[in-house]
T-cell receptor
């Protein structure tokens, strides 16, 4: 089955700096890679995703990159703001197959004002 | 998108008792997913609840401990049986957008077992 590893577990940045979170996956059949943000006491919510036919996707201050050959994908947040402080989870699934979403361990991001 | 309601939102339970968590979705969905999130940890899939058939459990989770019901396309329950302090966790139900793959989560049920 799929296994997703995520690094770092904790990341602390100064407001305005960039933050990068990296994930690797094991199942070459995975074709959908979402990123969820979970604020304290809240439910996880999708912030951006990427599919296997695309190498990069950007939405304002956040971007994701995917390297299918290396089975790596990353989340990039630029110009970080205090409200970006949260736990971020990467995930992978074979969307056309089993629909089962497997999550990484999570990264706790602290943005210091 | 989907609106998912879960209850209870939180509960404090005694060791050895059982608790049933309810999940209601505002639209008909084929599959509902139950996740566990232990304190400070990631989301671990417990089982997939299919309407009209037995739930499919992930490795490490068994039906006797986590029985699931799925009586119709908008509702599911998860029971945590014979609870121990190790079951203290947040339990989340979720549904998936069949077109995009995005997961939508309920607000979670925070269980504390004493």
């Amino acid at each position: 089955g799929e296994n997703v590893e995520q690094h770092p577990s904790t990341l602390s940045v100064q407001e305005g700096d960039s933050a990068v979170i990296k994930c690797t996956y094991s199942d070459s059949a995975s074709n959908y890679f979402p990123w969820y943000k979970q604020e304290l006491g809240k439910r996880p919510q999708l912030i951006i995703d990427i599919r296997s036919n695309v190498g990069e996707k950007k939405d304002q201050r956040i971007a994701v990159t995917l390297n299918k050959t290396a089975k790596h994908f990353s989340l990039h947040i630029t110009e970080t703001q205090p409200e970006d402080s949260a736990v971020y989870f990467c995930a992978a699934l074979d969307y056309t197959g089993g629909f089962k979403t497997i999550f990484g361990a999570g990264t706790r991001l602290f943005v210091k004002a | 998108s989907a609106v998912i309601s879960q209850k209870p939102s939180r509960d404090i339970c005694q060791r050895g008792t059982s608790l049933t968590i309810q999940c209601q979705v505002d639209s008909q969905v084929t599959m509902m997913f139950w996740y566990r999130q232990q304190p400070g940890q990631s989301l671990t899939l417990i089982a997939t609840a299919n309407q009209g058939s037995e739930a499919t459990y992930e490795s490490g989770f068994v039906i006797d401990k986590f029985p699931i019901s799925r009586p119709n396309l908008t509702f599911s329950t998860l029971t945590v049986s014979n609870m121990s302090p190790e079951d203290s966790s947040i339990y989340l139900c979720s549904v998936q957008d069949r077109n995009t793959g995005e997961l939508f989560f309920g607000e979670g049920s925070r269980l504390t077992v004493l």
